[in-house]
């Protein structure tokens, strides 16, 4: 019979187990992952919020085009540079209509500075483009899975002496 009080009992990876299994015994598979379920931008100037959506094949959550002035701007969220747990904020403009020769080399404005706010507890992305500038916060919702095949196999009692 197996006893799983806390005597004869261990943690391993969050898994309760028998004291006396070695973690090297066991045919244990172990996928640690966080999903991400939902992203939005948040305007911390007033307070709007905005849900990021997805492309298929991208790591990059993004946000709705606006228009300024004579462009268009469209704002990403690109998971490929994940620093401090955020993501980089990226931004593609074009002049006029959106078409590969109408947009702009990437310039300073391309990755939207980061800093840490201490007030709002969060990191605080300021884009800057021409005249605009942008104050923007994230508010990410993700989920953290473990997912664990294991194989466990009872050893005869010649096996244990």
């Known amino acids: 019979m197996l006893c799983l009080c806390k005597r004869h009992t261990k943690k391993l990876a969050g898994i309760t187990l028998p004291k006396n299994l070695n973690k090297e015994e066991l045919d244990m598979k172990l996928n640690d992952s966080t999903d991400?379920?939902?992203?939005?931008?948040?305007?911390?100037?007033?307070?709007?919020?905005?849900?990021?959506?997805?492309?298929?094949?991208?790591?990059?959550?993004?946000?709705?085009?606006?228009?300024?002035?004579?462009?268009i701007i469209q704002l990403r969220l690109d998971w490929g540079g994940v620093a401090h747990g955020e993501p980089v904020l990226d931004a593609d403009i074009w002049c006029g209509s959106k078409n590969k020769k109408n947009r702009l080399r990437n310039g300073p404005w391309h990755h939207a500075e980061k800093v840490f706010d201490s007030a709002s507890r969060r990191y605080?992305?300021?884009?800057?483009?021409?005249?605009?500038?942008?104050?923007?916060?994230?508010?990410?919702?993700?989920?953290?899975?473990?997912k664990c095949d294991v194989r466990v196999v009872k050893s005869s009692r010649e096996d244990s002496k």
């Open 36 to 71: 991400i379920i939902n992203v939005a931008i948040i305007n911390m100037t007033d307070g709007v919020e905005s849900k990021l959506f997805e492309i298929k094949g991208s790591r990059c959550h993004f946000n709705k085009e606006f228009n300024y002035q004579d462009y």
């Open 124 to 146: 605080i992305y300021t884009f800057k483009f021409e005249n605009l500038k942008l104050r923007l916060g994230t508010k990410i919702t993700a989920a953290k899975n473990i």
